[in-house]
């Protein structure tokens, strides 16, 4: 819908007209499709300006929620879904910008629809994560600044060429995979359910990995030489995912301790690596060891200010804008 | 609301009424035959009705939520919430018999099994039948479609490209 109605036609659109009763002896045969009353809904929507921290409890109930509608997460579970949230936005972000660029039109379509369930996982936890404040998904999402953002430094790497995005995304994904699993068993409900739904959709990402990994590895000599440049470059942004902090002992529980997660996805790389026919020295270098991270504390590599900029410069500029 | 329905009565016709919705990227397909609309109820004098997404970034979602507040506020239903549930996950094993037809016939090959049979050791997939000319030899082009729930396919009988929803 092309929205962006002024006074007029918002005043125009017979919003009570919609809400009135018809007599129960004439029941409509099709659904309604009444153009003016959807405007005015969203309208109305978009005259809730997001830069406005108050509680919106109609807002809050309208996006998408765990297994209880209700529930209110505590300051840690919060911190903790900000986490993966923010994973999962700056990844689904970066991922965004393929969209016209990828390698064949098959690809355009492939990333953009992992974008789009990266961008799903993240609305559920910024969600989540914002009932603890009173702040909804595009609070999180749009107002606040760089060293408020939890991800790890992976999630932030930029694109660089098809082959760092595999890498990229081979990395995330079966992380991601053992992390939902894991967090599928929460005695947290609403995190376990989210974790549960995007658990079977991390399953496709990987595949998709996976699959050009191999691609690229039993391709051609160019190929494989910008795999091995490509996990060379990601590699050093493994460590972090595994890293137990205050947070993950005051959790129990909750959440899986990160370091848990370490065997399970070793499996799964070792497996993956070994099919590629590709050694651990070729793509791990002496000189250059694991990165120090920081992103779980608002430390952030110098990749992550420019994608904030471009991802909230239209929110900040305009706010409340929809189309 | 006439005062002589009973709370069964106007439940009934609240599901009646939000089972009609369509979904708007498969116009074929009701939220009902899709496995959407997992619950209508009563409270007091407001009608709740819980969807479920299909997948976590399905825009379609606000589509389906409108829809139903429309048609509920239209057939007289004054106070409408509609509130969304992640659990238990949405699987394509939801989907109905008649929502499978139905998709066969608009041109988009329908999920071949439940997703709980490819669970065992040795990934087995079946063969997707193409929804034009029936033809078993088909391939997928891209496990990536149109939309989130759907993967790309050609046939190899007739050489049409098809959409296959997954089974998920």
């Not at chain 1, 509680?55 to 509608?69: C, F, M, Q, S, Y």
Request: aromatic share 6%; glycine share 6%; with cysteine.
């Amino acid at each position: 819908m092309n929205a962006q109605l002024n006074d007029a036609e918002l005043n125009a659109a017979p919003v009570d007209d919609a809400a009135q009763p018809t007599a129960p002896s004439a029941p409509a045969k099709t659904a309604p499709r009444d153009a003016a009353a959807i405007a005015a809904m969203h309208d109305a929507e978009a005259a809730d300006v997001h830069g406005d921290v108050s509680v919106d409890e109609l807002h809050l109930t309208a996006e998408l929620t765990g297994a209880d509608a209700s529930s209110i997460a505590s300051p840690d579970v919060a911190e903790y879904a900000m986490r993966l949230g923010d994973d999962a936005l700056i990844l689904s972000q970066r991922l965004g910008w393929w969209i016209s660029r990828a390698p064949e039109l098959e690809e355009d379509m492939a990333l953009g629809n992992i974008a789009l369930d990266l961008l799903g996982h993240a609305r559920s936890l910024l969600h989540y994560a914002g009932t603890a404040s009173g702040r909804s998904e595009d609070d999180l999402a749009y107002w606040r600044d760089e060293h408020e953002f939890r991800c790890a430094w992976l999630f932030e790497q930029p694109n660089g060429d098809f082959a760092h995005t595999i890498a990229r995304g081979l990395i995330a994904s079966i992380w991601m995979q053992e992390l939902y699993t894991a967090l599928a068993r929460s005695t947290d409900a609403s995190l376990a359910a989210i974790a549960a739904k995007s658990v079977k959709e991390v399953a496709y990402h990987r595949d998709h990995a996976v699959q050009w990994t191999l691609r690229l590895a039993g391709g051609t000599e160019e190929s494989r030489r910008r795999l091995l440049v490509a996990l060379t470059d990601t590699w050093p942004y493994t460590d972090e995912l595994f890293r137990d902090d205050e947070l993950h002992e005051r959790l129990g529980d909750i959440a899986p301790r990160p370091s848990s997660l370490r065997a399970g996805f070793f499996r799964v790389w070792n497996a993956v690596l070994a099919e590629a026919e590709i050694t651990e020295a070729e793509y791990t270098n002496r000189k250059v060891g694991q990165s120090s991270g920081g992103g779980r504390h608002g430390n952030h590599s110098t990749h992550l200010g420019p994608l904030l900029a471009e991802m909230q410069v239209l929110a900040r500029r305009h706010p409340g804008a929809t189309w | 609301m006439m005062a002589t329905t009973s709370a069964t009565e106007l439940r009934d016709r609240a599901w009646r009424i939000a089972a009609g919705v369509l979904d708007p990227e498969v116009p074929v397909l009701t939220i009902e035959d899709l496995g959407v609309l997992r619950d209508v109820r009563i409270e007091g004098e407001t009608t709740v009705v819980t969807l479920t997404p299909t997948y976590s970034g399905c825009p379609a979602i606000d589509q389906m939520r409108d829809d139903v507040l429309l048609s509920l506020t239209a057939e007289g239903f004054r106070d409408v919430r509609v509130d969304f549930t992640l659990s238990p996950a949405w699987t394509t094993d939801w989907m109905s018999e008649a929502g499978k037809a139905k998709l066969e016939e608009y041109g988009i090959a329908p999920p071949t099994h439940r997703a709980g049979e490819r669970s065992g050791p040795i990934p087995l997939s079946l063969g997707v039948k193409c929804p034009r000319c029936s033809s078993l030899r088909t391939r997928e082009v891209s496990r990536f479609g149109s939309t989130a729930c759907k993967s790309h396919f050609e046939c190899l009988a007739c050489l049409e490209p098809f959409d296959h929803f997954k089974v998920h």
